[in-house]
Nanobody
Framework: VQLQASGGGLVQVGGSLRLSCTAS????????IGWFRQAPGKARDFVGTIRKSGDRTYYADSVRGRFTISRDNAKNTVYLDINSLEPEDTAVYFC????????????????WGQGTLVTVSS
């Protein structure tokens, strides 16, 4: 599975953004898709994940209620909707595919996209 994250950009505090993760390969629907983010000088942090069927999601406590993950397997795409953006959300956002559901450990993700930069300005 090859993944491509897109949709990042410069957004003001309080704004919203939708990131997309588009996959190539016929086995996309067989993977849970997770989102991670990495701020400058910091480790890569788990954001959330969606089960391969799209019927369940799991989020990090820090983003629960503001971030929503959804997927459209017919379009081989997973979305990350971010609301009420804060300066602390500034990071490169990555999507990744795992055969394990609800894992927050990046080492359990087998395939990674290249990342898309989100910058929140105050």
């Amino acid at each position: 599975v090859q993944l491509q994250a897109s949709g990042g950009g410069l957004v003001q505090v309080g704004g919203s953004l939708r990131l997309s993760c588009t996959a190539s390969g016929r086995t996309f629907s067989g993977y849970a898709i997770g989102w991670f983010r990495q701020a400058p000088g910091k480790a890569r942090d788990f954001v959330g994940t969606i089960r391969k069927s799209g019927d369940r999601t799991y989020y990090a406590d820090s983003v629960r209620g503001r971030f929503t993950i959804s997927r459209d397997n017919a379009k081989n795409t997973v979305y990350l909707d971010i609301n009420s953006l804060e300066p602390e959300d500034t990071a490169v956002y990555f999507c990744a595919a795992s055969s394990i559901w609800a894992t927050t450990n990046p080492t359990n993700y087998d395939y990674w996209g290249q990342g898309t930069l989100v910058t929140v300005s105050s």
